[in-house]
């Protein structure tokens, strides 16, 4: 697919839970580095995840944003400063993450706190957008949702004759989720599907093997 015309793709590698070291005898003591080694490397395809906010009312609100970058650490997405999940962020910065694999072959959940993140780090991440992403960053707006197809596929096009590699935007953000819990979820064809769990504490992780 052109670069031009690339949308949201997903990546779909086969994975071979049954020497997943979830499932294994000696489950891994390093969150991060589990993370690490199941999370796409920064030259694949971007991850969709579920972030759960919490609104107004103190309901959970999810929906799903790309994983634009792990950094060992914190995962990061990036949104419009617009929009509701910042405002929710705002109030409350705690949220959960949930990553779904192809098949049903693996879980990450994750239980953070959502920082802003910094400007180099917004930046470096609109580069690495599809034309199409970041064109999206500009007119993902209420009032380009609010107008008629006609309308909105001819801005479009406008839009993009007259900026064929958009600029960031001004009110275009990014967030990094700094973990206190993780859950490892794999399935396994022979066997139960299981959890590794670890929660943060004052000296390092607490980690537990759960029933999937
Ligand atoms: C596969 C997929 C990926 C998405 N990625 C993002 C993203 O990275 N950032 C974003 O702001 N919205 C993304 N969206 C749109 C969000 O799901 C959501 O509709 C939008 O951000 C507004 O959410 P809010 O009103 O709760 O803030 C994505 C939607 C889909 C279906």
Do not use: C
């Not at 990546?11 to 049954?18: F, G, K, L, R, Y």
């Not at 949220?95 to 694999?101: E, Q």
Request: aromatic share 10%; hydrophobic share 40%; net charge negative.
């Amino acid at each position: 697919m052109a670069e031009n015309e690339r949308q949201l793709t997903v990546s779909a590698p086969v994975i071979d839970v049954t020497t997943d070291p979830v499932q294994g005898d000696a489950p891994p003591a390093d969150p991060a580095a589990l993370a690490a080694s199941w999370l796409p490397e920064p030259d694949e395809d971007r991850m969709p995840m579920t972030l759960s906010t919490i609104d107004e009312d103190g309901y959970p609100r999810a929906r799903t944003v790309l994983l634009t970058e792990f950094d060992g650490e914190r995962l990061y997405f990036h949104t419009d400063a617009e929009s509701r999940k910042v405002a929710d962020l705002a109030a409350n910065p705690r949220v959960a993450l949930t990553l779904l694999w192809p098949a049903f072959t693996r879980q990450m959940v994750v239980q953070g706190i959502a920082e802003r993140a910094g400007d180099a780090e917004i930046a470096r991440a609109y580069e690495l957008r599809s034309p199409y992403l970041r064109q999206l960053a500009w007119q993902n707006t209420a009032d380009f949702a609010a107008r008629s197809l006609a309308e909105r596929e001819a801005e479009w096009a406008r839009f993009r004759a007259a900026h064929p590699k958009p600029e960031q935007p001004a009110g275009w953000v990014g967030f990094a989720v700094r973990p206190h819990r993780y859950l490892f979820w794999t399935s396994h064809p022979d066997a139960a599907s299981r959890r590794l769990e670890f929660v943060r504490s004052a000296d390092g992780w607490t980690r537990h093997l759960l029933a999937g």
